[in-house]
């Protein structure tokens, strides 16, 4: 709003613009997927925090909506000697969210999984995304589901698969 306000703009003309914005692909992107589940893209990259805040962001909609929460997240990619504490940490803030199920996708969520499946939240595990793509069929109708990992994990094939229309 400051800049709204420097520019000497009104609400009425910033609220018109913003209308006319397109969310970047990939970046908390809302569409509706199969069985009128509400598919969140955030694949196209991540980081800790980023994680945090989207899940928390997908939770609220899912709570929002009376609706089961997904999450179907990739590894987070470049975080050193962090990674495997960083990916813990996933695991304890997927259960933290009450998800109805939690997909992991790639050797760091694996820990993830581990951590979550150990504080009672139900887990899948998938060494990528090519075979991350296969569960449609597991998850619940009406679903939030929030997919989201780091760009190299390819998780936009998992969000793909999550939009094909059904199949007769």
């Known amino acids: 709003?400051?800049?709204?306000?420097?520019?000497?703009?009104?609400?009425?003309?910033?609220?018109?613009?913003?209308?006319?914005?397109?969310?970047?692909?990939?970046?908390?992107?809302?569409?509706?997927?199969?069985?009128?589940?509400?598919?969140?893209d955030d694949s196209y990259n991540a980081s800790p925090t980023s994680m945090e805040v989207a899940m928390e962001t997908a939770r609220v909609i899912a709570e929002k909506r009376d609706a089961p929460f997904v999450a179907i997240l990739g590894d987070m990619k470049e975080l050193g000697t962090h990674g495997e504490e960083a990916h813990r940490k996933v695991g304890d803030l997927v259960s933290s969210a009450d998800a109805f199920l939690f997909v992991g996708c790639g050797e760091g969520m694996h820990?993830?999984?581990?951590?979550?499946?150990?504080?009672?939240?139900?887990?899948?595990?998938?060494?990528?995304?090519?075979?991350?793509?296969?569960?449609?069929?597991?998850?619940?109708?009406?679903a939030v589901i929030l997919v989201k990992g780091s760009r190299t994990m390819q998780m936009e094939r998992v969000i793909g698969r999550l939009l094909e229309d059904e199949q007769p």
């Open 111 to 142: 820990e993830a999984v581990s951590t979550a499946n150990a504080r009672g939240t139900d887990t899948l595990w998938f060494e990528d995304a090519a075979e991350c793509g296969e569960l449609s069929d597991r998850l619940p109708l009406n």
């Open 1 to 40: 709003l400051a800049i709204v306000f420097g520019l000497d703009l009104s609400l009425e003309e910033a609220g018109l613009g913003f209308a006319e914005v397109e969310p970047s692909s990939g970046r908390l992107q809302a569409r509706t997927g199969i069985g009128n589940r509400l598919v969140i």
